[in-house]
Structures are given as C-alpha cells and as structure tokens.
C-alpha cells in the first residue's frame, strides 16, 4: 500500500511521532455512489466517452478516502 506509506511519512515528518504510532485508514468507495461538485461521476465519465450504461459486471472504479492520526 504506497499511499499509506506516504501518509504515514507525510505525519512523521509534519508531528515527529514515531511511524509505529501512526493509523491510516483507507475506504474506498464506487463510481456510482461518488459526486464531485454535484455531479455524479459514472454518468459524467460516460457522457465524456460518448458511452451508453456501463455493464455492471465490469469492475468499478474506486476512489479512496483516507484519513489518518497519530497515537502518541
């Protein structure tokens, strides 16, 4: 997991905690449950490919939140 190891070095560095103490919680999340700016981004991705509904047996895209914080 590279993102975590960035998070956890980006804390590190900005709190001087030790990396043992550093937690990173990722949750992803589909494309047909994601909004950026109002809009919903599976039909936005489709409109912009020119695309007709996606088959839903295709793997989704995912987005990921993450959150972190230091137990010092």
Do not use: K
């Not at 804390?11 to 919680?25: C, D, F, Q, Y």
């Not at 991705?45 to 695309?51: E, K, N, P, S």
């Amino acid at each position: 997991m590279w993102i975590a190891a960035g998070v956890t070095e980006a804390i590190v560095a900005s709190t001087g905690a030790p990396a043992e103490s550093v937690h990173v919680l990722i949750n992803e999340g589909s494309d047909d449950r994601y909004a950026a700016g109002g809009v919903m981004l599976r039909p936005a991705m489709q409109q912009r490919a020119g695309q007709g509904p996606r088959n839903r047996r295709s793997a989704p895209l995912s987005h990921g939140r993450v959150g972190a914080h230091s137990c010092v």
